[in-house]
């Protein structure tokens, strides 16, 4: 059987999971590149520490535009239907 309801899923899952790997990597990346130094030695954004300001509240927003960006041009609507039934 190939339906390609399948094939579309597939592909939107590895969108995701590509997704959830760049969201992991920039949040470590800015947690434990900037967080591994000394507390003393912290700069502070918006009374919030640079590393954290970075990984978790830009890395917010940036995984936000990246799901709306993904899902406007990337992903498409499917029935939930199966085609071969005709809707029954």
């Keep these: 059987m190939n339906d390609r309801r399948f094939k579309i899923a597939h592909k939107e899952a ?3 999971v590509g997704l959830t ?3 992991f990597l920039w949040w470590f990346g800015f947690a434990y590149g900037f967080g591994s ?3 003393e030695e912290y ?3 918006l009374g ?3 590393w954290f300001f970075y990984s978790c509240v830009i890395g917010f927003i940036v995984i936000v535009f990246l799901v ?3 899902v406007k041009f990337f992903f498409e ?3 939930f ?3 071969e039934s005709g809707g029954q």
């Design 43 to 45: 700069t502070y954004i």
């Design 81 to 83: 239907e199966n085609e």
């Design 37 to 39: 130094g000394k507390v």
């Design 14 to 16: 590895w969108i995701g």
């Design 68 to 70: 709306f960006i993904a």
């Design 21 to 23: 790997i760049i969201h």
């Design 77 to 79: 609507e499917v029935p």
């Design 48 to 50: 919030l520490p640079a």
